[in-house]
């Protein structure tokens, strides 16, 4: 059950549009703009400190549920879809798909969409592909398996504002894209014509849940876009998350978490390796061996320190060629 308190906003950190990171009574929290509005230094709040209390993977931040200094807010949206919908916080969001000037195609007609399981892949994926591509147009669609508001992810923000990814796209209970769609399916369309995209790139936002049984994880959802794409028309490149290092068997090597979302999703998708390396068991979907690029050297160029479970580039290199090595054939090369 949640946890609930009071407290004043001590200091104002930072903002960008969706988020404000503040504290409150001296502890870190965030607030998301686009369901309660901008809050500012002595007001009083009320806090959400259920994730920090159980020691969740939140940074120690808490979430300001709402702000006590004001009687009302309203931001009303551009349409009549909702999204976190029928809790206290839904917010009529809209949606591409509803929109007048909204021309659905018929199919993805061969587009690329490059699944993930882990956020962090999306960086890899997006400095491949502008490396090898530069003028076309990479977008993100972010599906409700892990972190909703899409203003959550520095990561993301950091790959706009690089001009690495050329749009965003928030599907089914997520929000905050440029684009919003009533569910992943239909936001790999709404990426093509609304976003203009030549490939995309699909991963769940920031704090993916797992467990050590079989199914229990959000990355399973990865099979469930990998047959989306097959039904439309699309073309499948799976991003394995490797590891050589992680400390738990589960995750070293070809982590189970790959092993299960490629068994998901049947058959049909391309699976991108670096080249030289042994092909993995992958189940009916096909491995490709591609030239990648130094990846860790391409996200240094753009500034970018990414990390995965906490390592960096020096601490497990094949993550990044492994995550980065469908970045080649999306990009066409």
Request: with cysteine.
């Amino acid at each position: 059950m949640p946890s609930f308190r009071t407290g004043v906003v001590t200091s104002i950190l930072s903002g960008r549009e969706g988020l404000q990171r503040v504290e409150v009574d001296g502890r870190p929290a965030y607030v998301l703009t686009q369901l309660i509005g901008p809050v500012a230094v002595g007001d009083r709040v009320v806090v959400n400190t259920t994730a920090v209390e159980l020691g969740l993977g939140t940074g120690g931040w808490d979430v300001v549920h709402w702000n006590l200094a004001r009687e009302a807010w309203s931001d009303p949206g551009p349409g009549h879809v909702m999204k976190l919908r029928y809790t206290s916080l839904q917010a009529d969001t809209g949606a591409a798909e509803e929109a007048d000037e909204y021309q659905e195609p018929e199919s993805l007609d061969g587009m690329p969409v490059v699944v993930c399981g882990l956020h962090s892949q999306i960086a890899c994926v997006a400095a491949v592909f502008k490396h090898l591509a530069p003028a076309k147009r990479l977008v993100y669609v972010m599906p409700d398996w892990a972190a909703l508001p899409l203003a959550l992810s520095d990561l993301v923000a950091d790959l706009r504002r690089l001009g690495l990814l050329d749009a965003t796209v928030t599907a089914g209970q997520a929000f905050g894209g440029e684009h919003e769609s009533v569910n992943v399916a239909s936001g790999l369309r709404v990426a093509k014509a609304a976003a203009g995209a030549d490939a995309v790139v699909v991963a769940g936002g920031p704090g993916g849940v797992g467990t050590a049984t079989r199914y229990g994880f959000s990355a399973l959802e990865v099979g469930s876009v990998v047959r989306a794409a097959l039904e439309d028309h699309g073309v499948p490149l799976i991003a394995l998350r490797w590891s050589d290092v992680d400390a738990r068997d589960r995750h070293r090597g070809l982590s189970h978490h790959s092993r299960m979302a490629l068994e998901w999703s049947f058959s049909g998708g391309l699976v991108p390796i670096p080249a030289g390396e042994e092909h993995p068991v992958v189940g009916d979907h096909e491995v490709i061996e591609v030239d990648v690029p130094d990846v860790p050297a391409l996200l240094a160029r753009h500034g970018l320190r990414v990390q995965t479970m906490g390592r960096g580039p020096e601490d497990d290199p094949r993550f990044y060629s492994y995550a980065g090595a469908p970045g080649v054939i999306a990009a066409g090369a």
